[in-house]
């Protein structure tokens, strides 16, 4: 049982930057892989970047970027304050979208299946103006 919250959204002029945050409660025993998700008005729900949870001796990638934005978004998280981010830098009109986090119990599967994804947050809107 886990809760997320979004925050950090906002309105920003091409080129500039955001950070995303979402803070996780409940089970928090549990270790988690992170994702974010976005959807843009009038598109479909669409993987941006996803966090694994890193475990002893684990052969699987920590992160994974959407092609759209990789090299401009990086994932991270602060495990001590149970909270993952999302740094957005370039940004671009079409990163404009309503901006979700997500988390699943740890996985060896691919982190951009939202179907793996268990808990949700609200989602917080990002526009970045032309």
């Known amino acids: 049982q886990v809760q997320l919250v979004e925050s950090g959204g906002g309105l920003v002029q091409t080129g500039g930057s955001l950070r995303l945050s979402c803070a996780a409660s409940?089970?928090?025993?549990?270790?988690?892989?992170m994702g974010w998700f976005r959807q843009a008005p009038g598109k479909e729900r669409e993987f941006a970047a996803a966090?694994?949870?890193?475990?002893?001796?684990?052969?699987?990638?920590?992160?994974l970027y959407a092609d759209s934005v990789k090299g401009r978004f990086t994932a991270s998280r602060d495990n001590a304050k149970n909270t993952v981010y999302l740094q957005m830098n370039s940004l671009k009109p079409e990163d404009t979208a309503v901006y979700f986090c997500?988390?699943?119990?740890?996985?060896?599967?691919?982190?951009?299946?939202?179907?793996?994804?268990?808990?949700w947050g609200q989602g917080t809107q990002v526009t970045v103006s032309s």
């Open positions: 997500s988390a699943r119990p740890s996985s060896k599967r691919s982190l951009d299946r939202p179907d793996d994804y268990d808990y």
């Open positions: 409940g089970r928090t025993f549990s270790a988690y892989d």
């Open positions: 966090s694994r949870w890193t475990g002893a001796f684990n052969f699987y990638e920590d992160s």
